[in-house]
């Protein structure tokens, strides 16, 4: 109970109402202690008219009317002459003076709770105005423990009364809380542990029914997230299941070209000019195919080695590279240039460095390729302060939004139809592991340019 909503909202408005009633209470008690005293002086008036009536009173009867206005002496002031009209033995002398005429409400409120928290008995003088103008002062002596009696009775009765009205208000606020909070707010919970234990099963997914407005919002927000991942766990599930089929192909297709690649040494060797002419090509196609089928299965299987990390100079991988692709060239239109200067060395491992410099060529031929016109694709690099950069840019169409927008990643960054888009994502995924990485440096009708960032010092910030 203590830990459910409504039980806590329960237990909160009693306190807050009992916090309301004591707020209420100082200046109600002030207000009952001036009554009671104001009642003590008008039955002290009404007593002494029976002197005004008769000026010999017998001693028994001036005692009775005293018990009965529950005061010792009254003192009444008329014609400016002050005159004491009923009178009898005060016990003790009078402790305190309170002048009711025109009393501020603070020095009330003073007075009431010191006369409330203060036990034992006093004799206290109380002076007032009688009423229907019959003088022009009142003044009695009495005893302050009836009042005191009187004020704890009063208190009690209004502490009972704010248990029973806080206890009714908590119950129908406690009602109303259930019906229009707590009930939406558990209804979306039943959603949510619905759908986690079987994210598969659309009626897990919410349907907004509340009336609070907040309420709303929050199960059409609970829905959409819903509807967003269902739809990502099944496009997470074709994709494992694709990248199983695909890793399945790749390996067997890989076993299929390494044997076909073994047979293209002997076409080389062939006498046939036109065979000899077309065999390169034809093993350049094989071997491409097998480092594609090699990457999709190293993607496939997240085991991509760490780099060897040693000084290489980038222009002889990058001559490799170059000299790899121009073997792939058609009637000459597209030019392959290495500008990389000579001296340059940079901290790379060879192998990566030289696939993902390949990769970016490859896309920049093959993009060309698609204009059936002239282009260039050039390597260049420099070097700063901190990074060894290295870019490759093309004269091509440039990459369309849709390709930028999800470059890197793996089946969605293809540009080239029929590609498969892993080849900028193992190329990212390598630099990354030298602690570089491999940006879109622009892209734009008069081409393309891809840098890739090499680190000079042990880490990048």
């Not at 109970?1 to 309301?20: H, K, Y």
């Not at 603070?106 to 019959?134: Q, T």
């Not at 040494?265 to 071997?287: C, F, G, Q, W, Y």
Request: hydrophobic fraction near 45%; glycine fraction near 6%; proline fraction near 5%.
């Amino acid at each position: 109970m203590l830990n459910s909503l409504s039980g806590r909202f329960l237990i909160l408005t009693v306190v807050f109402v009992m916090l309301a009633e004591v707020l209420i209470f100082v200046p109600s008690i002030a207000r009952f202690r001036q009554d009671f005293l104001q009642n003590r002086l008008e039955r002290a008036q009404i007593a002494s008219l029976a002197l005004l009536a008769d000026d010999m009173l017998a001693t028994e009867l001036e005692a009775e009317l005293l018990a009965n206005a529950g005061v010792y002496n009254v003192v009444l002031r008329r014609d400016e002459v002050r005159q004491l009209m009923l009178s009898s033995p005060i016990p003790t002398q009078i402790g305190h003076t309170y002048d009711l005429r025109q009393a501020a409400p603070f020095p009330l409120m003073r007075d009431a709770l010191k006369r409330f928290f203060s036990p034992g008995n006093e004799v206290i003088r109380v002076i007032g105005e009688p009423v229907k103008g019959a003088g022009s002062l009142i003044e009695v002596t009495m005893d302050s423990a009836p009042l005191r009696m009187a004020m704890i009775d009063y208190g009690i009765r209004i502490l009972i009364l704010s248990l029973v009205i806080s206890v009714i208000t908590a119950f129908f606020l406690f009602l109303a809380v259930r019906a229009t909070l707590v009930r939406p707010i558990t209804g979306v919970v039943d959603y949510m542990q619905r759908y986690a234990r079987a994210p598969e099963d659309v009626r897990g997914i919410i349907t907004p029914s509340a009336g609070v407005t907040e309420l709303r919002e929050a199960e059409e927000a609970l829905k959409m997230l819903q509807l967003q991942l269902t739809q990502a766990l099944k496009q997470r599930e074709r994709l494992a299941q694709l990248g199983g089929a695909v890793a399945k192909v790749s390996h067997d297709l890989r076993n299929i070209l390494t044997s076909a690649q073994l047979f293209t040494d002997r076409i080389e060797a062939s006498e046939d000019p036109l065979v000899r002419r077309m065999a390169p090509k034809l093993v350049n196609s094989i071997t491409r195919a097998v480092s594609l089928c090699e990457s999709t299965l190293a993607f496939g299987r997240a085991e991509e080695p760490a780099p060897m990390l040693t000084m290489v100079r980038v222009r002889a991988i990058t001559e490799d590279v170059s000299a790899s692709e121009r073997l792939a060239l058609v009637e000459g239109k597209i030019e392959i240039a290495n500008d990389v200067p000579d001296g340059m060395s940079a901290r790379a491992d060879p192998e990566q460095l030289f696939r993902v410099v390949m990769n970016l060529v490859r896309n920049a031929r093959q993009a060309l390729e698609v204009l059936d016109r002239p282009g260039q694709v050039t390597i260049s690099g420099h070097e700063t302060e901190q990074h060894w950069i290295i870019e490759v840019s093309d004269t091509g169409p440039g990459l369309p939004l849709k390709a930028r927008e999800n470059l890197f990643t793996p089946f969605q960054g293809g540009v080239r139809k029929g590609g498969s888009g892993l080849g900028l994502a193992i190329s990212a995924e390598l630099v990354r592991g030298h602690g570089g990485e491999l940006v879109l440096k622009d892209s734009g009708p008069e081409g393309t340019t891809f840098e890739i960032r090499l680190p000079k010092g042990e880490k990048t910030f």
